[in-house]
DNA sequence: ATGGTCCCTTCCGCTCAGCGGAAGGACGAT
DNA sequence: ATCGTCCTTCCGCTGAGCGGAAGGGACCAT
């Protein structure tokens, strides 16, 4: 009786996240047909899916009838942990640091393999930006990524350094022994610094965020474009509002 | 046949909103018979629908068992159209404001009746800060709203002027003509003062965000808790912010 | 005109995913 | 020991969702 393949679990739970998860930083509006394509969905199922995501005020619709992700879906996801939370307790300490560098300062957090950006400051006259909130980018690279996987569990930390290391510049660390050793000091200073190791002109200096009790939740950097003194001039103001920022979350969580 | 009510439709996809919009600022952590109670649904069901959501990463479990938003979800909700975008091209002239003036400055859309906080910049020394970052607050009360609302479809005004306009202290205008009347001035000015019409000892100065064809689309203000100088002093600067802000935005959608 | 290709939308009968009542287990308070 | 609350699993019924088919633009070519 079984004909062709079966298919396993479709649930519909899984379709509504399949046709959300079609939109990315690359593609923020689609239209239905390229919907269905990339949730690799039949045409006619997506169209109520997505008609339903519409009146629910996930999606909206624009006036040449592509859709995007609704802001009531903004609404919702804005109350994520590390989400708004973190993002508002963070806040003044990156204006901070913006305020003495001027340069771009960041707030990361690890999910998975990644590093996912919570929040950006930047100048209007950003150079060069490689990061957008929301967006994601490898562990082994930037000053957020060591710091986040000097810090990582043990078993995230074997992962990535037994996968693939990915080449940006020349400068990138792609030998898995000296990342480690980079790790243990990145561990020791409390600091990590990425000299050109994502792109060819630009060094960052990151230092970790902490909760209440010690564990390292998030980390914070300011991005340069100058020279390399730029990052011993920057150090020790990162570490500073790096424990300021402790200081302030852990006071949060009564 | 037909027994007891007949239940409208109570569909899968509206289901999971409801399920996500159980979750408010005010209650970001649920249990699941919480979680049940709020979206009024059968235990059971909402004990499969939740394990679903979980296992698509748009709730995270902690380790006490109840749940939350997860990032997954912020992660996609972050291509919202007045979400990243705006807020990414917004934040630079909010970081001058809060630079030259060192008090709040907000972002934020209209919603329906409402105005929707997307994004605040806070000194660390915030004092009475009543809006958040996905917050909601009434258009007819503060600077954001009034620019808003002035700009907003003849309807929306009608309906917002005819509804009722809550009071928050002896400043704020609940009288539809003389709210009608600051409207047009509003218009006329290109910039909102609510004058301790949210709170006693709040002020703040509000100027329009618009896309590259003139319309309005958002509202940067300033909130100050001095005295009524500040209001003067402020206007130009917040002026030539969201004059800025609307060349930028214009330069951006190429 | 005519045919082609691309979208989007509506219709409709089959079927299996989801439903929710019932029952059971884990914890804690009285 | 007895109740209350919370979470989880089981299982047979059924209607919500499915998707192929068909129809309706809009926009090219030829």
Redesign the interface.
């Known amino acids: 009786m079984d004909n062709e393949e079966m298919e396993p679990h479709p649930?519909?739970?899984?379709r509504?996240?399949a046709v959300?998860?079609a939109?990315?930083?690359a593609r923020?509006t689609l239209a239905l047909s390229e919907l269905a394509r990339r949730a690799s969905l039949p045409l006619t199922t997506t169209h109520r899916?997505v008609a339903?995501?519409h009146?629910?005020?996930?999606l909206?619709r624009?006036a040449d009838g592509r859709y995007?992700?609704?802001?009531r879906?903004?609404?919702?996801?804005?109350?994520?942990?590390?989400?708004?939370?973190l993002?508002?307790a963070a806040?003044?300490?990156l204006?901070?640091l913006?305020?003495v560098t001027h340069e771009n300062a960041q707030l990361g957090?690890r999910?998975g393999h990644e590093v996912?950006y919570i929040e950006?400051?930047?100048?209007?006259h950003?150079v060069g930006v490689l990061t957008?909130?929301?967006g994601r980018f490898p562990l082994h690279a930037s000053g957020i990524g060591l710091v986040l996987l000097a810090h990582a569990p043990e078993h995230v930390q074997r992962e990535v350094l037994e996968g693939r290391l990915r080449r940006f510049t020349d400068y990138t660390v792609t030998d898995p022994r000296r990342l480690e050793r980079i790790l243990a000091q990145v561990r020791r200073d409390g600091v990590a610094i990425s000299d050109r190791q994502v792109t060819d002109d630009a060094m960052s200096v990151a230092a970790p965020v902490t909760d209440g009790r010690g564990t390292v939740i998030a980390a914070m950097s300011v991005v340069a474009t100058a020279g390399p003194n730029v990052a011993v001039r920057l150090a020790p103001v990162v570490r500073a509002a790096a424990r300021g920022t402790s200081r302030a979350l852990s006071a949060q969580r009564k």
């Open positions: 649930s519909r739970v899984a509504v996240f959300l998860e939109f990315t930083p923020p899916l339903e995501l009146r629910a005020g996930a909206e624009q995007r992700v609704g802001l879906l903004w609404e919702i996801a804005s109350l994520a942990p590390r989400g708004v939370p993002r508002e806040l003044p300490f204006e901070d913006y305020e957090v999910e996912l950006r400051i930047t100048g209007r950003a957008r909130v929301g």
